[in-house]
């Protein structure tokens, strides 16, 4: 009988100390979020049969079964897709702004106004010299807006493609560590502390594999994972395969996984694509912008006559915002007269149609159109991002609730397993007595 006390409080104290320590994991990972909450389950020892005893008929004490972590697919598949949703808007919300600092910056818009302003003091004095060099000046500046907006898209389109070329590296260099981590789940005995620590690193690779790409996932019994990009298969068992990335002519990224062309559905990775298409556009309506400007005023101006009675020359350079730039050298080339004026004309006809060509429906208003059109698609996209920022949040909050620790919980589980470890110390306790009151009755 003490033999048999003496086993039971030894289980039990071992057990409770293996309560205790897992008590203090919790505790100590509770703010890490890619910890997930453990409880060890335990099962009862039966005695064996042997001379003169009935076969388990009696019990003998405790012993740590199992490693339990918590864990819900559910709420783990719904918190990898809502992040990476997150993070396909934010990164196409960063590229935008990126893109619509550089036109604002550029200052096209004030420099369209400043440019027909100076048309408008020439023409109370069209043969005023300062007056025509300050035309000429304001041109110079106008066109090197143009220029300075397209080199601030250049930037913003090559930091795009820096993030996508480190986000590509950073996808394959997770899915090789995922890979890994499938091969050490199959060789780890499950039930252990060492299963329940792979298969929390298992879901932090998880998460940021879909905060870039987005994943399709599926689970063995052991735990381990097949990850699906673009419905292409990126890790499966030991093997994982290559993305790699190119680019397509709307300025978009194309995705192949192992050499066949995925198609992504979220991540950063996609957002920085769908920036790319945006900026592209962009481009394009500010060549288109440039273009009008360039169009308009050399065709006045080379219908007209100069202040030395000479044909009027293209005012401009160029057909885009990339080489727009001025192409008069002097003030007196300006063509403010009619055709066939002669020398030191004060008509100021044929500047009155460049004033009136610029006013009506201009680059003014076609400047002010595409920075509104920009602002407007920022702050769309800045609602889509915040209302997807709160569903991830969500998300997050219920997976936490599910898996995460609650440092009440584990307080009141370190009273229960010291009771429990102190309760099995009495036994054994009580065994040795029992020893000790046997042996002195002899």
Sequence with gaps: MASDLLNIGKSGAMAARAALDITAQNIANASNPDYARRTLAMQEVASKGGIAMEPGAALSGVRPDRVVRSNSLFLQ??????SGDVNRADTELSGLRNAEAA???AGIYPAVVDFEASLARLSSDPLEGPLRAAVIEDGRRLAQTFQIATSGLDVAEADLLFTADAGVEQVNLLAG????TNTAIAKARPGSSNMAVLHDQRDSLLRGLSELAGTTTTFDALGRVSVQIGGETLVSGDVANTLARSSNPDGSFAFT?????????SGSLLGGSQ???AISDLRTELDDLANLLITRVNTVQTAGADIDGNPGQPFFSGSDAGDIALALTSGGQIATAPAGAGAGSRNASNLQALRDALSINGPATAADALLFKLSSAISARTVTRDALRT??????VALSAETGVDLDQEAANLLRYQQAFQASGRVIQVASDVFDTILGVG
């Design 391 to 396: 569903i991830a949040d969500t998300a997050g």
């Design 77 to 82: 598949n719904e918190a990898r897709r809502t």
């Design 275 to 277: 920036a790319m298409v």
């Design 177 to 180: 560590e995922l890979a890994r």
């Design 103 to 105: 036109v604002e910056q």
């Design 257 to 265: 996984v192992g050499g066949n062309a995925a198609a992504l559905t």
